[in-house]
Every structure is written in C-alpha cells, then in structure tokens.
C-alpha cells in the first residue's frame, strides 16, 4: 500500500522546509538520568534530519504505526513497524527532507507540536514549507505511534495532484449491439443531427425526422428499414469501435456495397461519429 504513495507523499505532502525550533532538540542525554519523552522525540527529529535512519528507528517501537494525513488521493499513508518506516524514511532523506517540531507538549505519554517540514520536491513546486500537527505516544522511552495532519493552510498551497488523462482502446470490429447503442453526432447537409441506436434494434434520427429498424450480423449494422428513404431501405456498413474504459466513445462506418438513400450514406460512408450521450 505504502510504496504507492510514497513518491506522490514526497513530491506533494511531505518535503522539508526550515523554520527555527523553539527549543534546540539535545543530541545527547546526560547519564544521570532517563530520557523523558520529549528527549526521545528532539533525538529522533536529530537523527531523521541528519539521514540517520538507523538512529531515527532506534527511538521507534518496533511495531509503531506512522500515519501521514492526508498522504494523496488514496487517503492517509499508515507505515507500520520498521520495514515500512525505513522505506518512507529512505524517501524523506532522498529528498533531503527537514522536519522542525515546535511549541511541543506534554501530557503523560502525548507529545504534541507544531512540525514545520520542507524538502526538495517541495521547494522545486514553489512551496518553501508546509505545516501540521504532530501527535505522538512515548513509552518506555520509546516512540509508539505517531501521526502528522497537514493545515489547511498548507495543504492550500500545494499544486492539485494530476488527473489520470483517459486512454482510448484501440479501434476494433463491433461484435454486439452493445457496441453502438447511444446517441451519435452525424452531419447531414452541412447540418448537425443526432443518430440514436436503441438495444431493441430501433433508431431515430434526431427522434422523429427518420426512423427505422437494424441489426448487429457480425461485425457490421444492417438497415434492414428507413423512413426517410422507403425506396431504398437496407444497406450494410462495416463499423469499428473505440472505447474508453470499455465503454464505445467513437464509431467508423465503412460502406459495403451500395447505399441507395443519399442522405444516410453522407451521414455514414468514411465517417466516424462521437458520441454524444450513451
């Protein structure tokens, strides 16, 4: 799940930006005493920032649970135990990422601050740094779990994530009615029309103006019936499809033989029509 979004997490959510700490976090602990559990939280920010990801994990439970909020389209991006950690840690530090926690508190075992958090990717999109709050659990000297939740205000300045751009499936022969049933755009006269075919085999030109009845027989449509055009009624066109997400989106028609009624075979014959609504 987490390896997914961890190059979206960098390049938009989680890249370091330098503001001063409140409080200078201590690098080391003085012997005459235990950790407290801010101690614990100012050397892991020491050792991720200087891309000590073995020191940075040292001070993480073995089983704690990192959540970053919001991580990208998918939702949140939740990290648990070391493996998973070291692989989003190992991204932050590609990135040279910096992460400043200040005005942190504490009650018990929850440490509490503002992480202010700049990095390349950030800095290349325009944006010097974000913010968030970061809440973690300390015990035994130990990070449990730990979770940054992004402002609003931060999340305001970062680029929109790229939209997936639809890919249209090569064109192939229909095969089944299901294949044409909708609304089409066609051209008549210099005029634009609407061509609907119907699952029961009817169509309309837009509604009323002609009508009739066709088949699927294979890969082509056969009027089998035309309003418009009562003398010369049947006519057979090879038809290819394109479909985006399976669904068809563009028809060419190919005249077989002859088509006795004028307006239909310039409306068809070497067209490809669009569609307008399924």
Not at 63 to 72: C, E, K, R, W
Not at 105 to 133: H, N, P, Q, R
Request: glycine content about 8%; aromatic content about 8%.
């Amino acid at each position: 799940m987490k390896k997914i979004l961890l190059t979206l997490c960098v390049v938009v959510f989680l890249l370091p930006a330098c503001q001063p700490a409140a409080t200078p976090p201590p690098t080391a602990i003085p012997a005459t005493r235990s950790p407290s559990p801010q101690d614990v939280v100012y050397l892991w920010q020491d050792a991720l920032n200087k891309g000590d990801i073995d020191l940075a994990l040292s001070y993480l439970a073995q089983d704690a649970v990192v959540t970053i909020s919001p991580a990208g389209p998918e939702g949140d991006a939740v990290f648990t135990g070391h493996a998973e950690i070291r692989g989003w840690y190992e991204t932050l530090t590609a990135g040279k990422g910096v992460t400043t926690l200040s005005d942190c508190k504490a009650d018990g075992e929850t440490i509490t601050c503002l992480d202010t958090y700049t990095d390349e990717g950030l800095k290349s999109l325009g944006v010097d740094f974000i913010e968030g709050d970061w809440v973690a659990t300390v015990r035994d000297g130990k990070i449990q779990a730990y979770k940054f939740t992004m402002t609003p205000e931060s999340l305001a300045k970062l680029p929109p994530p790229p939209q997936p751009t639809a890919t249209l499936s090569p064109e192939t022969p229909i095969t089944s009615i299901e294949d044409v049933v909708g609304t089409w755009r066609i051209w008549v006269g210099g005029d634009q029309n609407e061509l609907r075919f119907l699952p029961d085999g009817r169509f309309f030109v837009n509604e009323n103006s002609s009508r009739g009845n066709f088949a699927v027989e294979g890969s082509q449509i056969h009027y089998l019936t035309e309003s418009y055009c009562p003398s010369a009624q049947e006519a057979r066109y090879e038809v290819f499809v394109t479909k985006q997400d399976n669904k068809p989106v563009k028809l060419r028609f190919v005249l077989v033989g002859e088509d006795g009624c004028p307006e239909r075979k310039e409306a068809l014959a070497g067209k490809t029509l669009v569609l307008v609504k399924p």
